[in-house]
């Protein structure tokens, strides 16, 4: 089972957008509403900013949109701060494992 | 409020055995499922396996499968995974991680198993 794709980073200035992207297969990410992206400082854990493709748990800024196109699915960071330099993974579920793929991760600068 | 708490950092020998934990609060422990994420240093996420607390039923990713056991104890609300005998590969940071159609929506603060000889 191999990870969902990544560009393995992305970069933009203050208040600008960026847009990364996440490719699976028909098995995970193009079968099933259910992709969730992740933002991880180093030595920190991650954190859920999106769930079931474009869902935002309470308290995550509304600056953090998802959607999904068949089988690649984007994260869209709009007006970029400096406290979005970090990782960002995407993860699917993945019906034939019966539980979750994540992508190879994003490093996001802020330049 | 939702916890998971996990045990503290491990320094090991390559063929030693160990167990890790995760303390469930804040929620019907039975309820979701929990999981065990590897992430090796400098790398990325990796779904280990999953268990659901209630029934035990277990599913590991197949690079998994026979080096990991994941297990619960319901009676405390914590899951645990153990090796049977560590190798240097398997130095990595571990997250407990709250399971709902391949998301996490609680993670653990991770435990560093580091193995060297």
Same mark, same amino acid.
């Given at each position: 089972q191999s990870a969902l794709t990544q560009p393995p980073s992305a970069s933009g200035s203050p208040g600008q957008s960026v847009t990364i992207s996440c490719t699976g297969t028909s098995s995970d990410v193009g079968?099933?509403?259910?992709?969730s992206w992740y933002q991880q400082h180093p030595g920190k854990a991650p954190k859920l900013l999106i769930y079931e493709v474009n869902k935002r748990p $309470?308290?995550?800024?509304?600056?953090? $949109?998802? $959607?999904? $196109?068949?089988?690649t699915a984007s994260l869209t960071v709009s007006g970029l701060q400096a406290e979005d330099d970090a990782y960002y993974y995407c993860g699917s579920y993945a019906g034939h494992t019966n539980f979750g793929v994540f992508g190879g991760g994003t490093k996001l600068t802020v330049l | 409020e939702v916890q998971l708490v996990q045990s503290g950092a491990e320094m090991k020998k390559p063929g030693e055995s160990l167990k890790i934990s995760c303390k469930a609060s804040g929620y019907s422990f039975t309820s979701h499922w929990i999981g065990w994420v590897r992430q090796m240093p400098g790398k990325g996420l990796e779904w280990m396996g999953v268990i659901s607390p209630g029934d035990s039923e277990m599913r590991y990713r197949p690079s998994f499968q026979g080096q990991v056991t994941i297990s619960a104890d319901k009676s405390i609300n914590t899951v645990y995974l153990q090796w049977s005998s560590l190798k240097a590969s398997d130095?990595?940071? &571990? &997250?407990?991680?709250?399971?709902?159609?391949?998301?996490?929506?609680?993670?653990?603060?991770?435990?560093?198993i580091t193995v060297s000889s």
């Open positions: 079968g099933y509403n259910y992709v $309470s308290g995550v800024p509304d600056r953090f $949109s998802g $959607s999904k $196109s068949g089988d | 130095t990595a940071i &571990y &997250y407990c991680a709250r399971e709902a159609w391949g998301s996490v929506d609680c993670w653990g603060h991770g435990t560093l």
